[in-house]
């Protein structure tokens, strides 16, 4: 549980809160708990077997922060990665990945 608890404060900002006036902290939270769990079932229904127990700074790095170019031809869209990208075959593999 304690880990879920770190994730949350870490990964969604749940630790800090932004007022003094608790309908708004309420809301702020409501906002962060959604996106943990819109996260959550990404995760579960989307995500390969083997990166379903990921946290969300290990999925931020591998899969959100990879620098690529978008190469629009006239029917495909395809990304180009840099040559010394680590994580290029994980991004494909999720992109690819079939449930």
Not at 20 to 27: C, E, I, K, R, T
Not at 31 to 54: D, E, G, S, T
Not at 87 to 93: P, V
């Amino acid at each position: 549980m304690e880990n879920y608890i770190k994730e949350s404060k870490n990964g969604f900002d749940f630790s800090c809160m932004s007022s003094h006036a608790m309908l708004v902290n309420a809301g702020r939270l409501m906002i962060c708990m959604l996106a943990y769990n819109l996260f959550n079932w990404f995760k579960r229904l989307v995500l390969p077997k083997h990166f379903q127990k990921m946290q969300i700074e290990t999925f931020r790095l591998k899969l959100i922060k990879i620098a690529a170019r978008v190469i629009r031809s006239a029917r495909y869209r395809s990304f180009r990665f840099c040559s010394s990208c680590p994580y290029k075959d994980e991004f494909r593999e999720c992109l690819t990945a079939e449930q």
